[in-house]
Nanobody, 121 residues
Framework: QVQLVESGGGLVQAGGSLRLSCAAS????????MGWFRQAPGKEREFVAA??????IYADSVKGRFIISRDNAKNTVYLQMNSLKSEDTAAYYC????????????????WGQGTQVTVSS
């Protein structure tokens, strides 16, 4: 079955950096668009970034600070998070779908279990 496993979360000071990873198995990774999402306590899950074979899309709130990338040989998608702010504190999830527009809308086929990122001010 399909599994998405996130890692790399933790506690970091404001202004610091973290890199999240999402390792995928059970799917033809290179054919899927991959995305990162986050959910803060009491808030809805929101889109952060997506990557397909030809497109990279970011939410306005992370443009210029976060970088999404993928390594198809390792079936892994990454999220490099720089200049972190307290408002970036959330559980971060990866998701996948064949269509990048579905990833952007959050209508994904598969979800990971999430990894917590806490930014202290």
């Amino acid at each position: 079955q399909v599994q998405l496993v996130e890692s790399g979360g933790g506690l970091v000071q404001a202004g610091g950096s973290l890199r999240l990873s999402c390792a995928a198995s059970g799917l033809s990774f290179g054919t899927y668009a991959m995305g990162w999402f986050r959910q803060a306590p009491g808030k809805e899950r929101e889109f952060v970034a997506a990557i397909s074979g030809i497109e990279i899309i970011y939410a306005d709130s992370v443009k210029g600070r976060f970088i999404i990338s993928r390594d198809n040989a390792k079936n892994t998608v990454y999220l490099q998070m720089n200049s972190l702010k307290s408002e970036d504190t959330a559980a971060y999830y990866c998701g996948s779908h064949l269509l990048v527009r579905n990833v952007v809308s959050g209508n994904v086929s598969y979800w990971g279990q999430g990894t917590q990122v806490t930014v202290s001010s």
